[in-house]
């Protein structure tokens, strides 16, 4: 990622996965739900894979 690792807006998002902006924040609110993400003081954490 850019200079904010292991954070994601809708915006990254958007962008990352090729899809409308109107799209990103549902997308990333099913992730969140399901456990894929975390959300930490309203910042969602992306895991960092090494």
């Not at 990254?12 to 003081?41: E, F, Q, Y």
Request: charged share 30%.
């Amino acid at each position: 990622m850019d200079n904010s690792e292991g954070n994601l807006t809708s915006s990254k998002w958007a962008k990352m996965t090729k899809v409308s902006a109107d799209r990103a924040l549902p997308d990333i609110t099913d992730l969140v739900n399901k456990g894929v993400l975390s959300k930490k003081d309203s910042v969602i954490e992306v895991p960092i894979m090494s």
